[in-house]
Structure formats: C-alpha cells, structure tokens
C-alpha cells in the first residue's frame, strides 16, 4: 500500500505545481499590482467565480486521467497483482488526488490571514476566523464535488465534454424556464458566501444537495473502476467494430463542438 501512495503522490507533482503556480498569482498580484498595506478587506469574502471556474478546469484535467490512465498505460494488471483490493486503490487515488486540490483552499486560507493583519486598521475587532473557515470549508466540498464529477466522466473518454457542455444547456434552459430548485445544481456558486454581520451563513440546502451529488458521482466512477479489465475491453472493442457505433461516434463528435460553439456564442 505505501508504494502504491508513494506512485500516486509522484505521478501529482505536476498537478500540485500547477495549484502552487496559479496561487502564487494571487501574491505576484498583490505585490505588484496593488497595496499590501491598503487592501480593502470587503474583497476577502467577495464572490470568487473565476477561482471556482479554474479549480473545476485543474480537478476535470486531473480526473480525466486518474482512472483510466491505468488501461492505457496498461498497469491494471499489475495493480491487480498487489495485495490491495480495487477499491483500496480507488480510495488511495481518491484521496491523493482531492489533497492536491485541497491546497487551492488552503493557500486562500493563508492568503487571506496574511492579507488581513497586514491590511486592516485600529478599528477593526480581530480575524474573522468562523467566515474565513466556513469560505475554505467551502472551497474544499466544491474541490471534492468537480473531482467527484470529472471522475465519473472520465469513462465516457472525450464524449465527457460532450455530456458537460449538454449539461450546461440545461441547465442555462431551465434557468431561464425559472425551475426553482435548478440554482441548487450550480457547482460554481457553492463558494459564494452569505454575511450576516461578522458571520458566514453555510447554505444547508445547495450544500447537502451538491455533497449528495459528489457522493453520487463517486459511486459511479468506483463502480465502473471496479468493472474495468479485459472484459470491459473485449465489450468496447466489439462494439467499436460495428458500423452503427462509428457513425453515432461522428455524430457525437460534431455535437461536442456545436454544443462548445453555441455556448460560447
């Protein structure tokens, strides 16, 4: 099991660089852009959807090939021969994968302290602590809900754009329908925050409705990891090899780029 950890955590690096690099943006911004010591701290707790945009954009690239990284490069196999079972590898991967993520919210966290002391004045009382860990506790379920997400995609291989941007369709449909509950399915508004006072209001309803969600999603992509060798192999390569599944393959292709390009537009 620990050389197991020991391959994932290596095969992260590039992805934990990459969190490392766009949150060390935030201080090159700070420093060179603005005034450290003249902050306006109401920008701490404001809506970050650009930060939620580019955590769903690293954990879907992650997540894509997680999984199914393990057929390509033909490793399941060995996998298989350790003395672990499918899910144990499913959880360690699982488990490494959100930790990297993870470090997204917690270098906001650290920035938003420092920020804080070093900005604010006599008139104001202390930290914040409970709304700036209610606002990384929600980051951090938003990280576990696009992985949750991505992972159960990734099967589907580049058809998962497909299915994201039909998603989006629907969802901007039933917006614009005014459907009451479809706000609850916005994975990129569960950081938002709600002030009261000096007090960050948790969102019960969106967040028990988008952690059901992230659940969901990860039972999916554990079953289907679970079913994934050479008989789920044997079954796609025959279905490849009929004529129908080429054509609803084309099919398919075309709509991920017009659905991409009438969003877009």
């Known amino acids: 099991m620990r050389s197991l950890l020991w391959k994932e955590a290596r095969s992260l690096v590039p992805f934990m660089a990459l969190v490392l690099f766009f949150s060390l943006l935030s201080w090159v911004e700070l420093f060179f852009v603005k005034f450290p010591d003249q902050y306006p701290l109401h920008e701490l707790i404001r809506d970050n959807d650009t930060g939620a945009v580019m955590s769903f954009v690293i ?39 959100l930790g990297a993520l993870w470090l997204m919210p917690l270098s906001d966290l650290v920035f938003r302290i420092v920020v804080y002391y070093w900005s604010r004045t006599s008139l104001e009382m202390g930290l914040p602590w409970q709304m700036l860990l209610v606002m990384a506790f929600l980051e951090a379920v938003s990280c576990f809900v696009f992985l949750s997400l991505g992972l159960a995609l990734s099967f589907l291989r580049r058809y998962s754009l497909l299915v994201v941007g039909l998603l989006v369709c629907a969802y901007l449909l039933l917006r614009e329908a005014q459907v009451p509950w479809v706000p609850l399915f916005n994975i990129f508004t ?11 209001l948790l969102p019960t309803r969106q967040f028990a409705v988008q952690a059901s969600l992230g659940l969901v999603c990860a039972g999916l992509a554990l079953g289907a990891f679970l079913i994934m060798g050479d008989s789920a ?32 537009v």
């Open 190 to 200: 569960l950081s938002d925050v709600v002030v009261q006072g000096r007090h960050c």
């Open 59 to 97: 954990a879907f690239a992650l997540a894509s090939g997680l999984l199914m990284r393990e057929r390509d490069d033909r490793t399941l196999d060995f996998l298989d021969a350790l003395p672990v079972s499918r899910v144990q590898i499913f959880l360690a991967k699982f488990a490494l994968a």
């Open 233 to 264: 192999q044997r079954f796609a390569d025959r279905a490849r090899r009929r004529q129908g599944v080429v054509w609803l393959a084309g099919v398919g292709t075309v709509l991920v780029v017009v659905t991409w390009i009438g969003l877009l």
